[in-house]
């Protein structure tokens, strides 16, 4: 099926030019995108994120230039967009790995822009909540100290800390999701990661 057949029955609706697509396709696209990531479960993920942009954009398509590098070039866009969301999560989150799981993606065009923006929701989070969930939190993320140096300075065993801290942090979920429910998922997991040690810069 040449490209204008398969065009022209995508918009029609016609299931098996979808299909025909995507196998025409798939081994060119994902061997470009291996090319560029290393890991498969990341380029298959890359590469549907490509037909799900075509299909959603084929209307568009004015045969100018090919159907191949017309969705090369939606592909190349869906690489760089995946190596965008993870240095923002890289530079924002690797000191909370938690909030990994509530942003779904991010907020705008500028790295640096956006960067800034999740750091004030951050905060702001932080200082919402209230000034015991504040200070455990802050002791243990922004400050770094140990779960047994926290202990000392609340003058708590390290189990009640532990507690708290537990309860801190699901507290700072539900504010954080009720907050910015615009640039959050809807459906999201219980956070049971563990945490890493380190201060968090605002």
């Given at each position: 099926m040449n490209d204008r057949k398969l065009v022209s029955?995508?918009?029609?609706g016609d299931k098996k030019a979808i299909k025909s697509l995507y196998q025409k396709y798939e081994l060119r696209l994902l061997y470009f995108i291996l090319s560029k990531v290393a890991d498969?479960?990341?380029a298959e993920e890359i590469l549907q994120d490509t037909f799900i942009s075509a299909l959603d954009s084929i209307p568009l398509f004015n045969y100018k230039a090919s159907l191949y590098t017309w969705l090369w070039a939606i592909c190349r866009h869906e690489i760089s967009d995946?190596?965008?969301?993870?240095?923002?999560?890289?530079?924002?989150?690797?000191?909370?790995?938690f909030l990994k799981n509530?942003?779904?993606?991010?907020?705008?065009?500028?790295?640096?822009?956006?960067?800034?923006?999740?750091?004030?929701?951050?905060?702001?989070t932080f200082k919402s909540l209230?000034?015991?969930y504040f200070e455990i939190l802050r002791l243990k993320y922004i400050e770094g100290f140990s779960m047994?140096?926290?202990?000392?300075?609340?003058?708590?065993?390290?189990?009640?800390?532990?507690?708290?801290?537990s309860r801190a942090r699901l507290a700072f979920q539900k504010e954080y999701v009720k907050a910015n429910q615009g640039s959050v998922k809807n459906?999201?997991?219980?956070?049971?990661?563990s945490f890493n040690k380190g201060k968090l810069s605002f």
């Open positions: 029955g995508i918009l029609k498969k479960k990341d995946f190596y965008r969301k993870k240095k923002i999560k890289t530079i924002v989150f690797s000191r909370l790995p509530i942003v779904s993606r991010a907020l705008g065009p500028e790295l640096v822009l956006e960067e800034k923006q999740a750091k004030e929701r951050i905060f702001r209230s000034e015991g047994k140096e926290i202990s000392l300075r609340l003058n708590k065993t390290v189990k009640a800390v532990e507690s708290k801290l459906n999201w997991q219980v956070f049971n990661s």
